[in-house]
């Protein structure tokens, strides 16, 4: 099994920054793509950024320029840097991950966190 947790959420005024972490833990023997997603009340859930095992990355266009995102492959772990945050931004985060679980499998598994809150107030 595998375990994705989020951290890093909070309250931020408008402007302000926050830098979320994203840990996956268990079974694990490489994971291809990591990516953030977002979703607001009444809204649904949307890609924020991505990124493969080899660093390509991908944004939205509403957060390309003030987000970025990064992964340290050594620890499983994907970021997100967000600067210069609007209202607009705040939902819950979540991040997933591609888990290949054993060497010689060849099919991956995709695993959620819970997600964690982001509020910018104006």
């Known amino acids: 099994q595998v375990q994705v947790v989020e951290s890093g959420g909070g309250l931020v005024q408008a402007g302000g920054s926050l830098r979320l972490s994203c840990a996956a833990s268990?079974?694990?023997?490489?994971?291809?793509?990591m990516g953030w997603y977002r979703q607001a009340p009444g809204k649904q859930r949307e890609l924020v950024a991505g990124?493969?095992?080899?660093?390509?990355?991908d944004y939205a266009d509403a957060v390309r320029g003030r987000f970025t995102i990064s992964r340290d492959n050594a620890k499983n772990t994907v970021y997100l840097q967000m600067d210069s945050l609007k209202p607009e931004d705040t939902a819950v985060y979540s991040c997933?991950?591609?888990?290949?679980?054993?060497?010689?499998?060849?099919?991956?598994?995709?695993?959620w966190g819970q997600g964690t809150q982001v509020t910018v107030s104006s």
């Open positions: 990124i493969t095992s080899g660093g390509n990355t």
């Open positions: 997933n991950a591609e888990v290949v679980p054993r060497y010689g499998v060849y099919t991956a598994d995709i695993y």
């Open positions: 268990g079974t694990i023997f490489s994971i291809r793509s």
